[in-house]
Nanobody, 115 residues
Framework: QVQLVDSGGGLVQSGGSLRLSCVAS????????LGWYHQVPGQNRQVVAQ???????INANSVEGRFTISRDKAEKTVYLQMNNLTPEDTAVYYC?????????WGQGTQVTVSS
């Protein structure tokens, strides 16, 4: 059973930084796509950043230049470095990964940015 465990959320002031971590229970090489999504109440889950097997990273326009996705295969961990946070970034953040046609999600970690 593949599991993803998110962590690293918290309360931070506007302009601050956080680093989210997602630890996988299996090798990252099994995943075709790894990414981070966020969700606010009443809205659909939206992609924030994705990283491909060749290390290509794709960011949502709203986080370009502020967020960086990366991964450490040895630690089986995907990171989301979030800088210059704004109140609009407040959401629950979820790690996600695809293996063949199956999608997997972390449990989510709350990020709250105060103004």
């Amino acid at each position: 059973q593949v599991q993803l465990v998110d962590s690293g959320g918290g309360l931070v002031q506007s302009g601050g930084s956080l680093r989210l971590s997602c630890v996988a229970s299996t090798s990252l090489d099994r995943f075709s796509i790894l990414g981070w999504y966020h969700q606010v109440p009443g809205q659909n889950r939206q992609v924030v950043a994705q990283i491909m097997p060749d290390e290509t990273a794709i960011n949502a326009n709203s986080v370009e230049g502020r967020f960086t996705i990366s991964r450490d295969k040895a630690e089986k961990t995907v990171y989301l470095q979030m800088n210059n946070l704004t109140p609009e970034d407040t959401a629950v953040y979820y790690c996600s990964g695809m293996i063949l046609v199956s999608g997997y999600w972390g449990q989510g970690t709350q990020v709250t940015v105060s103004s």
